[in-house]
């Protein structure tokens, strides 16, 4: 077994010769005893959107009516799980498509995951979209202009770069791609200054609408 997952792991899914094994207990049992539905709930957007306020109010609300939720943070598995990897076009790729692998593996439990991540790449979030069903990506969008961002700064990181001190910097030399068809766009259109309390009431308002806070 020990020599199995070496393998698995060094050959970076290129293995052959493997089947998955399949359990009894599955994901409707799962969510049977969470009584809710397992989804991704990927947040997207600029540095300083609010991603990680977002996330941690949408947690806190999860909370408080019982449900299950996991934030995978953008910076927080940078200090794990994906600590060898850099800021280059490769590595944020394989930092966005392990943090969906996880993301879909918390779905799977019956979690409902929450991640805040720049993900700045279309390609790379539909490439997570399509790990899961059809339904349990939901993209949140924080809609941000740069300008405010860049003023919030709330780590430093904008000054930095306009510093010449970071290169390959979100929103500065390096792109942006918004989403085409998320499911949700955060702040709404009309309402420039929604507080994350009522931010999270509205994804919330979306999973009771689709089911996800019962099983």
């Given at each position: ?9 060094a ?14 207990v ?22 300083g959107?609010g ?8 947690c ?42 996880v ?15 720049l ?13 899961l069903?059809?339904?349990?990506f939901i ?13 919030r ?6 000054k ?19 989403p085409?068809?998320c499911?949700l766009?955060l702040p709404q ?25 019962q099983a």
């Open positions: 077994m020990i020599v199995l997952l070496f393998f698995l792991i050959t970076n899914g290129k293995a052959t010769n493997i089947v998955w094994h399949k359990s009894s599955g994901k409707v049992h799962r969510q049977e005893v969470l009584q809710q539905k397992g989804c991704v709930i990927w947040i997207t957007g600029l540095s959107s991603k990680s306020t977002l996330a941690c109010a949408l806190q609300a999860l909370y408080s009516r019982g449900k299950l939720a996991y934030i995978l943070d953008g910076d927080n598995v940078r200090h794990g799980l994906n600590r060898d990897l850099s800021f280059k076009a490769e590595d944020r790729a394989e930092n966005i498509r392990r943090i969906g692998e993301a879909k593996l918390f779905a799977d439990a019956g979690i409902i995951c929450i991640a805040s991540v993900s700045p790449y279309r390609k790379d979030r539909y490439a997570c979209r399509s790990l069903p059809e339904g349990d993209e949140v969008f924080m809609n941000v202009p740069l300008q405010i961002c860049e003023v700064d709330p780590k430093g990181l904008y930095l770069a306009r510093a010449g001190k970071i290169n390959g910097f979100t929103g500065i030399d390096d792109p942006y791609e918004p085409l068809n499911e766009e259109k009309g309402n420039n200054c929604a507080s994350p309390c009522e931010m999270a009431e509205i994804v919330i308002s979306y999973l009771e609408e689709k089911g996800y806070l």
